[in-house]
């Protein structure tokens, strides 16, 4: 015990001290030199545009504005990523369904969530449920295959197989002092009622604030049609139960201007629902008591100096806790109950420095430490839950070189962990690096037209649950690890008379991830988690936008996304060797269409999926292929708009999850009002 401690302690004190050196390198500099960061860090991004910033991308990355998330019929963030190409979304339908998202066949764990320029986190499960964060306060969603492209983040950025990463709008330090926002009511099928406001405001020359809060009401009885085997006339219409959901999110962001390339900014956000979790369909049993009840808040600090023309410094502290309560009515419990409390806590620290050698050569270090744990309350005790504790520290060292023709992009990472348990085993210390590079380059001189390639090596440490779940977890289960390889290209075309905006991507990937972490049975009533899996991916995404100027004022734009992913299970000795690997379509894509004129605005957006198992590649266990069409109109009217959606027009029942009926056709209604 002893020795764990002095481990965690030395890792504690190695990243404290590193982010010391970074914080006085960063004042020492701030004596020296004057400040003129801001052009040349941002020169790529305001003299070249948005849209050559990711066209010269040596990474894949995709991005949806604030036009273009209002132009799409969704709710929240999970919504939105459906969207972009090469996501699988899990749904577990209804309204207060869990949504997680899986990039590139590589699960849901593998992809971080980031959120104003932090990861968040479930140590307990590994997945962020995005059905939380409405984007009504969002100003911009991107993904990113591999890592971000702008090296200067923390190092935390560096540690996931993709990252889907979303943030709030605060006003521009340029903008008067003049209060805006919006306010929403919306109202639709399934009982749903709900309220936000969003406000944002310079208050002075120096403080600026943000603040959004919404709340939903909704009772997720929504009809579906049960089938009883194959024939179309066995089968009747049911109606989902113990759908209903009850939330509140709230959140607020300050900054303060230090001096005038030195902020400040605070982050605090709350979130509380009560739901029923409406559990699968099973022919003519549709049973379900389980009830989840969520509370979680974090608050987060972040202060950044553009020191110099060659220097620049940031640092981050955040606080995460996380309650849920489970809780299952069921006859073959004691007492006819179920119920578990589990309760998780996260303390994190970042810092970081970037370094311009000279204009087209940049260098970038950051040191992360955060430490999680996890407790446990339920009626059916556990017999040694070891109640465990993890300290993760990493450091990142990365450089990117930039010329108006070739990108180059490397960075090393290094990660280590100790984790300690009260009682049992804990699992053991990991001590790892992972090299990433990428490149891009310009193939045409007069033409944007650039080819691109990356390499990435990463790896993703078990969950509580993995680790220490009672006669499920496995201490000594090792890390799943992963190899990432991209080539495609990219191409911004603004010359064609017939078509002046048109934006293209094409990427072929190859992942192979080893060590993955799947659950074997013992015998016929216990399983256990074990480093079996091997799992070969290979894929293409597509991406098309077009912009159609229609008349004098009026506007049309298409983007198409498509994706094919072969992601085959090569476990040997596996039931599922050379099949698809569950929940992963061969095909899948949307696609959108939105038209602009004066103060109307309407649009038609499409998702669909091809056919996808649960389980080995049989008959039984397929899920049909689906496709479910939406349309919108809005109008605009002074500072008001009403928008109309229809969601699933054509009526479609389908599943994402097996078992799991998503809801066919339903509206939403949405009155704004901008001031």
Request: glycine fraction near 8%.
């Amino acid at each position: 015990m002893f020795k764990k401690f002095h481990s965690c302690f030395h890792l504690f004190g190695t990243v404290l001290l590193l982010h010391a050196l970074l914080f006085c390198s960063a004042a020492y500099s701030q004596e020296q030199k004057t400040d003129t960061l801001r052009s040349r860090i941002l020169r790529e991004v305001v003299v070249t545009g948005r849209q050559l910033q990711i066209a010269r991308a040596s990474l894949p990355e995709q991005i949806k504005t604030t036009k273009e998330i209002m132009a799409l019929n969704a709710a929240n963030v999970a919504d939105v990523a459906q969207y972009f190409s090469g996501v699988t979304v899990k749904d577990y339908g209804g309204i207060g369904g869990m949504k997680t998202v899986s990039l590139r066949g590589m699960g849901a764990q593998h992809t971080g969530i980031c959120y104003d320029g932090l990861m968040l986190s479930d140590i307990q499960s590994g997945e962020v449920d995005l059905g939380r964060f409405s984007i009504d306060n969002i100003s911009e969603i991107a993904l990113n295959n591999g890592q971000p492209n702008d090296i200067f983040q923390s190092a935390r950025l560096f540690a996931s197989a993709g990252i889907l990463s979303f943030k709030t709008k605060l006003p521009d330090n340029t903008e008067n002092h003049k209060l805006s926002g919006k306010a929403t009511a919306k109202t639709g099928s399934f009982g749903l009622s709900e309220a936000g406001i969003f406000l944002m405001q310079n208050i002075s020359k120096k403080w600026a604030y943000n603040f959004s809060t919404d709340a939903s009401v909704a009772d997720g009885k929504y009809q579906f049609i049960q089938h009883y085997g194959t024939s179309d006339n066995l089968s009747e219409i049911l109606t989902r139960e113990n759908g209903d959901i009850q939330s509140i999110r709230s959140e607020v962001n300050i900054r303060y201007r230090l001096r005038e390339k030195e902020n400040l900014t605070l982050k605090s956000n709350y979130f509380r629902s009560e739901r029923g979790l409406p559990g699968a369909v099973t022919w003519y049993n549709s049973y379900s008591k389980e009830r989840l009840g969520d509370k979680v808040f974090f608050a987060q600090i972040h202060y950044e100096n553009r020191i110099s023309d060659k220097l620049q410094y940031q640092s981050f502290a955040k606080f995460n806790s996380a309650r849920n309560q489970y809780r299952d009515l069921n006859d073959g419990y004691e007492n006819g109950i179920l119920e578990e409390k589990f309760s998780q806590k996260e303390y994190y620290l970042s810092s970081g420095l970037r370094y311009l050698h000279f204009d087209q050569l940049q260098l970038s270090a950051s040191a992360d430490w955060w430490y999680n744990d996890l407790l446990i309350e339920s009626t059916m005790p556990f017999e040694t839950f070891p109640y465990p504790t993890r300290h993760t520290g990493l450091i990142n060292l990365a450089t990117k070189y930039i010329t108006e023709r070739f990108t180059l992009g490397a960075n090393v990472l290094y990660t280590l962990t100790r984790e300690q348990v009260r009682t049992g085993a804990a699992s053991p210390d990991r001590n790892k690096l992972s090299p990433t590079v990428s490149l891009s380059y310009k193939i045409l001189e007069d033409r944007e037209l650039r080819i691109r390639a990356f390499y990435k090596n990463i790896f993703r440490v078990p969950t509580f649950n993995e680790l220490y779940y009672q006669s499920l977890g496995n201490h000594n289960l090792r890390p799943e690890n992963a190899n990432q390889f991209n080539i495609g290209f990219t191409w911004i075309e603004t010359e064609i008379p017939f078509l002046p905006e048109l934006e293209c991507s094409v990427d072929g990937y190859s992942n192979h991830v080893t060590d993955k972490i799947v659950a074997t049975p013992r015998d016929l009533f216990h399983w256990s988690m074990s480093n079996k899996g091997e799992v070969d991916i290979q894929g293409l995404d597509a991406n098309l936008k077009i912009g159609i100027p229609v008349k004098e004022s009026g506007k049309l734009t298409v983007t198409i996304n498509c994706s094919y992913q072969r992601a085959t299970d090569v476990t040997v000795g596996s039931a599922n060797y050379g099949e698809q690997i569950p929940y992963t379509p061969f095909y899948s894509g949307s696609g959108s269409a939105s038209y602009l004129h004066g103060i109307w605005e309407g649009g038609y957006n499409l998702v669909f999926s091809g056919k996808r198992w649960y389980g080995q590649n049989t008959v039984d266990t397929k899920i049909d292929a689906y496709r479910t069409h939406s349309i919108f109109a809005a109008a605009h009217y002074k500072t008001w708009k009403l928008t109309g959606e229809i969601i699933n027009i054509l009526n479609k029942q389908y599943e994402i999850i097996k078992f799991y009926p998503m809801p066919r056709r339903n509206f939403r209604l949405t009155l704004s009002k901008y001031f």
